[in-house]
């Protein structure tokens, strides 16, 4: 079974920093995405970044220019650096594995709280 563990977060300043990372466990053997995805109180959960296993990465308009996926295959790990955080971008944030193939499965973790205020 596959489990997802993510780390990072809390209260962030608004222009500050901030890192998250997710480490997957389990038997990942075939061609995947790791990304993150976030839900804001009263809306629905929206794709932030996705990174592929071979490298190719997904990004949301409001993450373009400030926010980076990356990913260390060897320990099933992606993570997301985020900078210039805005107040907007308060919301919880969920760590997704795709596996691709002819039955596809996707794996959430439990989610990590960022905050971005003064």
């Known amino acids: 079974q596959v489990q997802l563990v993510e780390s990072g977060g809390g209260l962030v300043q608004p222009g500050g920093p901030a890192r998250l990372s997710c480490a997957a466990s389990g038997s990942i053997f075939r061609l995947n995405a790791m990304g993150w995805y976030r839900q804001a109180p009263g809306k629905q959960r929206e794709l932030v970044a996705s990174?592929?296993?071979?490298?190719?990465?997904n990004y949301a308009d409001s993450a373009k220019g400030r926010f980076t996926i990356s990913r260390d295959n060897a320990k099933n790990t992606v993570y997301l650096q985020m900078n210039s955080l805005k107040p907007e971008d308060t919301a919880v944030y969920y760590c997704?594995?795709?596996?691709?193939?002819?039955?596809?499965?996707?794996?959430w973790g439990k989610g990590t709280l960022v905050t971005v205020s003064s």
């Open positions: 997704n594995l795709h596996l691709y193939g002819v039955r596809p499965e996707d794996y």
């Open positions: 990174i592929t296993s071979v490298g190719t990465t």
